[in-house]
């Protein structure tokens, strides 16, 4: 059966950095992009980036530009997002998804538990 | 980036009624659609992709529909375990991938 099992709860200072873990277990790892996902307490889902697991190339929404950085190991099948500069407003859930690598579509159809970051001095 | 919009941001329906959810985007993506259900305290589920195809698992009751900037989601005979709150997609274009804002179906 397909996972994604994430790594669990952080509580961080403003300015601090976080980084999040992702395995993907049950499938062909580099076979499929992971994204990451947040979600705010009591918002929307907010898209944060993808990476290719195969290679480390990663594409970051604008928004997150420079203070974000997705890595991948394939030897041990882990997704990695680290945000560094914490503020207040990055408190959410962060969920990765992975999509088909190979037909490019962007849907998820397997999520991780999310792992929740509180930001707070 | 494609805005995606969703309508309305609350419906209430009764258990066994049928719910029509839809979404707007701000261009053409195709049928490159997808939706998604989350319950409180979960991740989001997969429920339709590519605008009406139903994923693993997904019952029957559920349909979408749609192409270009226009779709729907559609839940007949609404049951208990149904009301969550409900994602829109595009992936038509991406990188940055798009949600709408969700709507909330309650219980009427």
């Known amino acids: 059966q397909v996972q994604l099992v994430q790594s669990g709860a952080e509580v961080k200072k403003p300015g601090a950095s976080v980084k999040v873990s992702c395995k993907a277990t049950?499938?062909?790892?580099?076979?499929?992009?992971i994204h990451w996902v947040r979600q705010a307490p009591g918002q929307g889902l907010e898209w944060v980036g993808v990476?290719?697991?195969?290679?480390?190339?990663?594409s970051y929404a604008q928004q997150f530009q420079g203070r974000v950085t997705m890595t991948s190991d394939t030897s041990t099948s882990m997704i990695y997002l680290e945000v560094s500069s914490l503020r207040s407003e990055d408190a959410a859930m962060y969920f990765c998804?992975?999509?088909?690598?190979?037909?490019?579509?962007?849907?998820?159809?397997?999520w991780g538990q999310g792992t929740l970051v509180t930001v707070s001095s | 980036e494609i805005v995606m919009t969703q309508s309305p941001a609350t419906l209430s329906v009764s258990p066994g009624e049928r719910a029509t959810l839809s979404c707007r985007a701000s261009q053409s993506v195709r049928s490159n659609l997808a939706w998604y259900q989350q319950k409180p305290g979960q991740a989001p589920r997969l429920l339709i992709y590519g605008a009406s195809s139903r994923a693993t698992g997904v019952p029957a009751r559920f349909s979408g529909s749609g192409s270009g900037t226009e779709f729907t989601l559609t839940i007949n005979s609404l049951q208990s375990e149904d009301f969550a709150v409900y994602y829109c997609?595009?992936?038509?274009?991406?990188?940055?991938?798009?949600f709408g804002g969700g709507t909330k179906v309650q219980i009427k």
């Open positions: 998804a992975r999509s088909n690598l190979y037909d490019s579509s962007g849907h998820s159809d397997s």
């Open positions: 997609q595009q992936y038509n274009k991406w990188p940055p991938l798009t």
């Open positions: 990476i290719n697991p195969r290679g480390g190339s990663a």
């Open positions: 049950e499938y062909t790892f580099n076979n499929f992009y």
